[in-house]
């Protein structure tokens, strides 16, 4: 993950949070729950490339293991979504619900 000029990138690309992270931050991560970050199938904001790595059956779900730009992503998808046919999925990774981390503490509003 990139940080730079009070934005962030994965891979290259644009990384929208829920609010912003403080100035002067040197160590930036987000955290993103798995029941919020879904495969789709068109791009968009938000929405990076990834490899899938892995299936493991929860019963009613399935937790998806997607290497995305270097790093693991689960996502949490009901067994009726079925999963991806190949190796390549688009995981996309809603603005609202992804919390940044500053300097190892939640970040909990803009300052």
Do not use: C
């Amino acid at each position: 993950m990139d940080h730079g000029g009070g934005s962030l990138a994965l891979g290259g690309r644009t990384l929208s949070a829920a609010w912003d992270i403080p100035h002067g931050t040197n160590d930036v991560q987000v955290g993103v729950r798995p029941e919020y970050v879904k495969i789709v199938t068109d791009p968009g904001p938000n929405t990076f490339p990834g490899s899938l790595r892995g299936v493991t059956d929860h019963g009613a779900q399935r937790v998806l293991e997607v290497e995305v730009a270097g790093q693991p992503v689960r996502t949490k998808t009901p067994r009726e979504e079925g999963i991806p046919a190949g190796e390549e999925a688009l995981v996309h990774r809603p603005r609202g619900k992804v919390l940044p981390y500053a300097d190892g503490q939640l970040v909990l509003q803009s300052s």
